[in-house]
């Protein structure tokens, strides 16, 4: 009889890295002869993360319309659908990285509803370095101050705080910064990773495999600072195909960031995270924007041809409309005439008031 699967939840707030890292440590479990599955979530559909995660393995599952706590049943079919397809060993899920109350809403839940089917680790709780460093300082982060509470009540919550994107920082501020931590959550373990350059990552798959999460514990949370939190960002969602002739979608992608980056500095805008993939068939590239800014960061490689698809998702602390029309605007006008755009999915939201299935305490 095959064991039980060994589920790893792995939150963290907007553009921590959570993705980069499912995708390096899927990669790496692989090599080992292992079966991996993988759950993404969105407030809606059309995400970047879930077609990206694709080209790591087809052994992907996602949720989307609404967070894993607000739809428990959701999230638990998913797990179970990505386990029996891929006959997964090991299943990894990442969270809306606005989300929170995980440990109330989804950790408990799966210990007492299905500690029989899977072995649940430590919640592990991702964080990008300069933006920990200005949240334990006393800072926003650049964050609304709601925004900011949620990624307070998320590290608070955690059972590992797996501090990201270790090789943009020196390791004297590292020190600094796990030794923090240490004064301020000293029950909590403390891991660092690069997704970049592999450091890291063994050692905190190492623990996640091998350990189980013991937290019983409950935070805090007001849920009306949680809903606002959330609620101050502008949620876009949008996929279309574009064509022309003999587009360079590498140079399309850099100038379509570049103007929106400009425009979020300019008007001195909140990012969470701005994520765009351009795929023109097995060629893609992903671009990213995840401060205040603007600046931008692109990786792979779209290739040059007639037809691309693009998928944008765009978390900005603007209202829907507002968001909606820059994103629009700037699209239109980086396609100018020479690249005709068909819209499939254009979603622009602000999300609901977190409503979860279960909560235990
Ligand atoms: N330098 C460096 N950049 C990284 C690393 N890990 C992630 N990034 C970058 O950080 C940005 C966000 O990474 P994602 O993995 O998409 O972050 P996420 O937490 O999944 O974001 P959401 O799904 O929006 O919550 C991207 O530009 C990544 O390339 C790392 O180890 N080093
Ligand atoms: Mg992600």
Redesign the pocket.
């Known amino acids: 009889m095959k064991n039980k699967a060994r589920l790893i939840l792995v939150g963290?707030?907007?553009?921590?890295?959570?993705?980069?890292?499912?995708?390096e440590t899927t990669r790496k479990l692989m090599a080992e002869g292992k079966k991996v599955g993988l759950i993404t979530n969105?407030q809606a559909a059309e995400l970047?993360?879930t077609a990206?995660l694709l080209k790591t393995t087809s052994n992907v599952a996602e949720v989307s319309g609404s967070c894993f706590c607000c739809n428990f049943n959701g999230f638990v079919d998913s797990v179970r659908d990505v386990e029996e397809r891929s006959n997964a060993d090991i299943l990894i899920a990442?969270p809306?990285?606005?989300c929170t109350d995980l440990s109330a809403t989804i950790v408990q839940p799966i210990k007492k509803l299905y500690s029989e089917k899977m072995l649940l680790s430590p919640l592990s709780v991702?964080a990008?370095p300069f933006k920990l460093e200005d949240i334990l300082n006393g800072g926003t982060a650049g964050l609304h101050t709601s925004a900011a509470y949620i990624y307070k009540k998320q590290l608070e919550e955690s059972e590992v705080i797996v501090i990201?994107?270790?090789?943009?920082i020196d390791s004297i501020r590292l020190d600094f910064l796990k030794e923090k931590i240490g004064t301020i959550f000293p029950h909590t373990k403390v891991m660092s990773?690069?997704?970049?350059?592999g450091e890291g990552i063994s050692d905190w798959l190492n623990y996640v495999l091998n350990n189980s999460s013991l937290n019983n514990k409950t935070i805090e949370v007001d849920y009306n600072t949680y809903a606002e939190g959330e609620a101050v960002l502008g949620w876009l969602n949008a996929s279309a195909n574009l064509k022309g002739e003999e587009i360079d979608w590498d140079e399309f992608a850099g100038k379509f960031l570049a103007k929106v980056g400009y425009k979020i500095e300019s008007m001195k805008l909140s990012v969470?995270?701005i994520?765009i993939m351009i795929q023109n068939g097995s060629d893609y590239l992903?671009?990213?924007?995840?401060n205040d800014a603007g600046s931008v960061?692109t990786?792979g490689s779209a290739g040059i041809s007639d037809k691309a698809q693009i998928i944008i998702?765009a978390?900005v602390g603007l209202s829907p409309d507002t968001l909606e029309n820059l994103v629009r605007e700037t699209l239109n006008n980086t396609a100018s005439s020479k690249i005709e755009i068909k819209v499939n999915a254009w979603n622009c939201i602000s999300p609901g008031y977190p409503n979860p299935t279960f909560r235990y305490n």
């Open positions: 963290g707030f907007l553009g921590a890295g959570k993705t980069t890292l499912l995708s969105d970047v993360d990206f990442e809306v990285g606005s991702l990008d990201t994107k270790t090789d943009k990773v690069s997704s970049r350059t969470g995270h994520k992903i671009g990213n924007i995840t960061e990786r998702n978390r």
